[in-house]
């Protein structure tokens, strides 16, 4: 009599933790894809500031920096880039909030990518 009264008590468990790995899976088929992007902008500044030199102007590059946003699918809009020249300095640094939907609430994730090196005159 004790065997059937035990049949059925996994079920609850497993139910959950299925829930919990769902969920789990949900946020990183969510995130993931938006965290490479913005790594994927991080490099392509870094690279920018690598060969920037003499020639190549504050507002050439924040149109690169724009348009590899926009490529990337990004929400990034001209305000939230700042490039200048100082002292020898390439600085960058671009702003943005990515919206992130978890069915059950939209997160509102904050990249604030910063990109400081000096200019090699060649």
């Known amino acids: 009599m004790t065997r059937r009264r035990m049949a059925g008590e996994g079920v609850v468990g497993c139910v959950f933790y299925l829930l919990v790995a769902a969920l789990v899976a949900l946020v990183l088929i969510k995130v993931v894809p938006i965290q490479y992007r913005s790594s994927e902008l991080k490099d392509f500044m870094v690279e920018q500031a690598k060969f920037a030199g003499r020639r190549t102007t504050p507002p050439v590059v924040h ?60």
């Open 63 to 122: 149109g690169a920096i724009l348009q590899k946003a926009n490529q990337l699918g990004l929400p990034v809009s001209k305000k939230d880039i700042e490039v200048e020249l100082k002292g020898g300095h390439i600085i960058m640094r671009c702003r943005y909030t990515v919206p992130v939907d978890l069915i059950v609430f939209t997160y509102q994730w904050e990249f604030d990518h910063q990109v400081r090196r000096p200019v090699f005159i060649i």
